[in-house]
């Protein structure tokens, strides 16, 4: 299936990642794989740079570079926190707070130094089955920081069999409708264009899976 394409021009394209691709070949590629990168690639007919990314189950806006040079100021935009990202999950439980910030440090494995996080999070609706539909907006860019931030606040999202368990993942998935599905979208990015310097807003519609909750 092609990809939604969000936004393009001459040196940036804008994609709407659906869950289940990876962003770039994985070391050990799999049979079935699918890539991303290598579908917008033959879908536009140029290489692409990949400046960021989404986990395998994650769906959303993800963007690539045409040009090298504009795929290196790009990099340095995330590096600097200059480009806002705004994610929509929806996860188990009522938070008590309407609006809250996670500030846990994260280690990307067991015996690797802890790093600094920041996720901020506010409530967007309560839902049936004890859900919540959130909104996170992350500061830092950690290993699977949304998803073990919530977690550590005893509130993970739906779907997702690495830290919510999975006799209640597979539970939740089958009440919803939403199978094996971690119910977690990058929703939209706000940067400034590295070339022309305008302010890019950039929104994938909302997941169908996230929807159906709703």
Request: aromatic share 4%.
């Amino acid at each position: 299936m092609p990809l939604d394409i969000l936004y393009q021009d001459d040196v940036i394209v804008a994609v709407a990642k659906p869950a289940g691709q990876l962003v770039i070949p994985a070391d050990l590629p799999q049979v079935g794989d699918e890539v991303t990168m290598k579908i917008l690639r033959d879908q536009i007919g140029a290489r692409v740079h990949p400046i960021h990314r989404l986990d395998r189950p994650t769906s959303g806006v993800l963007i690539f570079a045409t040009d090298p040079e504009v795929a290196r100021m790009l990099h340095q935009a995330f590096e600097r926190h200059e480009v806002e990202k705004v994610y929509q999950a929806v996860i188990v439980g009522h938070p008590l707070a309407p609006r809250w910030r996670c500030q846990e440090p994260i280690q990307k494995k067991e015996g690797a130094p802890e790093r600094e996080a920041c996720t901020d999070f506010t409530v967007l609706q309560q839902l049936s089955h004890g859900l919540s539909l959130i909104e996170a907006l992350p500061k830092t860019g950690r290993f699977h920081q949304i998803r073990r931030h919530l977690l550590h606040v005893g509130h993970p999202i739906v779907g997702d069999y690495r830290y919510a368990g999975v006799e209640r993942c597979d539970h939740l998935g089958k009440v919803l409708g939403t199978g094996s599905r971690m119910l977690l979208q990058a929703t939209s990015l706000r940067l400034k264009h590295p070339v022309s310097g305008e302010d890019l807003f950039i929104q994938a519609p909302l997941d169908e899976a996230l929807a159906r909750c709703r």
